[in-house]
């Protein structure tokens, strides 16, 4: 790299900061070429001639909001769809059920942050309305929001292509979307009353407040958004949107982006497709009657690490295969990440370490059969494993098995006692008192 090259990489970096500071969009590692590509179509917008004099730009002057336009226009994703991920909204009928059987008369508030083109909060009002009929619309308050005005303007029209239905069923299509001709259909009237969209960026510190009507929320989604932030500038909004909600509610994510140490003062309760997060405060509301137990969280004492020196050579091939599974977890996403792991599971099959680590990430991921098939692998390499024992209770809990996973931590409590791990052992005895 010569002279200038070296100045117009000094440039994009320093646009990069900027723009990750002003968004929370981070374009580390692999995303920094998505980045440098976006700079190229940000100039010719602004009709200026070329990605270094756009970078110049987004650093000139105070940040604004044609700035902050630019950024969301070019940056954002705007993946969605209809009935995403169907668990979380059986969550939400979950929380309506208990408010109603509560006899409370407040609203049940539900906000969608980083709802994209409106597919999100349309299906949590379906979803009501189709769940928990008995709940009046009036007493629903759905807010999304989204830094991209575009797609929020695509989200008031309500307007949706066939695609936007892939995982709908033809009987909710038929009875909540009026078709207009040419594959188009428009959300009923009486839903998209239902919810108020508005611009908020989730990387400012404008919520929790009154003013943005993100107080005392009951569920927020906040799915496929975090993966595009650092992991500390997602702690921050993980923090901030902690605040904005009731005691009791639920943070839900993708269960990709679930790293279980972002999300202090949750408890993490883990289910086949998705992750909820519920807001660590008392009393606790008792889980719908029909829902498998909630699971606790992995104690806090994870797994061995695998051996730092290891006298043979395939202890660092797992750990190597490990890494490469959590950095694509973080820049290509769950389906990559899962993918590589299966590899790595089969490739090292008679690595304990490796089966235990990748039984926990399939868990923390959403899927349980892949963190079974570790699971069993595992137990099969070290029969005593106490806390093969523990992922294995996880297991069957999140599947509504709760004898057997009872049965499970009895066994861990005393493989633990046997190991003489304390924490292990305490972890199991305490989810087991809750349990009874
Ligand atoms: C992939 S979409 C997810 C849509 C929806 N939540 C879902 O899971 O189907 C990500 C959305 O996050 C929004 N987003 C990105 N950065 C944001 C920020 N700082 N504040 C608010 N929204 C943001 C994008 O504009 C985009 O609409």
Redesign the pocket.
Known sequence: MNAIDDTVGDVFDLAAQRVEAA???TFAGLRRRQFDAALDRMAGALGLPGAAACASWLLAGPWDDARSALC?RFL?????YLL?EPRAFDLVCDRARALLARGATRPLRIW?A???TG??PYSIALALRRGVPQLPPERVDILA????DA?LDVARAGIYRRWSFRRTDPADLAAFFRPLGDGLYEVDASLRAQVRFAN????SDVYPSAGTGTLAQDVI?C???LM?FAPAQAARVIARLRGCLVDGGWLVVNASEASTRLFDGFTPVFREDAVFFRKDALPVPAPAPAAPAVAPVVPARRPEPLPAAAPSARVPADAAAMDRVHALAQTAGREEALQCLRRAVEAEALSAPLQQRAALFALEHGDPALARHCVRRLLYLEPDSAFGHYLWALIEDAAGRRPRARSLLRDCRRLAGAAADAELGGAAAAWLERMS
């Open positions: 968004t929370g969009l969301a954002t994703v705007g993946e969605t995403r969608s980083g709802c994209c597919e999100e929001t989204d830094l991209n797609f908020l960026n989730l990387a989604f799915r496929n958004v595009y």
